[in-house]
């Protein structure tokens, strides 16, 4: 997060004739993939699927993340672009807490370390959000008509107790109370995030991994498997990139290999060390 940041909207242009060095936000492009390319870098989700895709498609992307792949032969032909102005307003903020972090123990490396890892969800948090109240019977037909409802369970004969989603459009509940005799609840709650920087913030991640995944391909270093931080490659992995300090690579097995390893899809994969022990990690599934 210690990069230039999009701060104020500054307009929708068409991308026609607009070079992108120029261009700082964010743009709708057809990206057109190297032939020769070992490792497809940047990815495109389709169906809620993530993939990193060759040949040609349609996208939008941060500026600075476009930027990248043309170093790499990547060819990007400019639809639309939406600029922002910029500013590094992060850079103290994070250089703070990690200090403190580094430095410390106990509940005060706890509260530095959770400063640090929830700045960038909190940008990116969802508008809708998710209640659970407590509403008389009689008035659970309002509810069903105002908002999602993904649950109930009846207290007693008067309460009943629902998970709801709450913020639904404003401006469409208000049209639809405007055309029907629907007294629908309408209660909105302010959520600050800010898109834009999330997105940014996701982009630098990834410029980061796309330096290194052709770093090691240059050194003749063969990448099994990567995803938002981490490698599993056939080589030791150069020394002047692995440190405990921010913006290293952290030697997991601080010094032992891989016997044998198996995966499965993103954060999905298991492994044997030469120490015989098991490691797995599976996203969605609890640790047993």
Partial sequence: MCNLMPMEFLGEIDGNGVKLNDVF????????????????????????????????????????ELKTIVKYGYRVELIKVYSFSKADIFSEYIKNFYNIKKNSVGPLRFIAKMHLNTLYGYLGRRKTLIETKNVYNEELVKYYGSYSIFSEININENITTILMSSNLDYNLINEIKDHTNLDIISNFKKVKSNVAIASAVTSYARIEMMELKMLLIKLGIKIYYTDTDSFFTDKEIPAYLIDNELGKLKDELKGGVIKKAYFFGIKKYGYIDNNNYTHSVFSGVERN
């Avoid at 940047?42 to 040949?55: A, D, Q, R, S, W």
């Fill in 25 to 64: 936000g964010f743009a709708e492009a057809r990206i057109i993939a190297p032939d020769n390319i070992e490792i497809p870098l940047l990815p495109f989700k389709v169906y809620n699927e993530t993939l990193h895709p060759i040949g040609s498609w349609i996208g939008v992307y941060f500026s600075e």
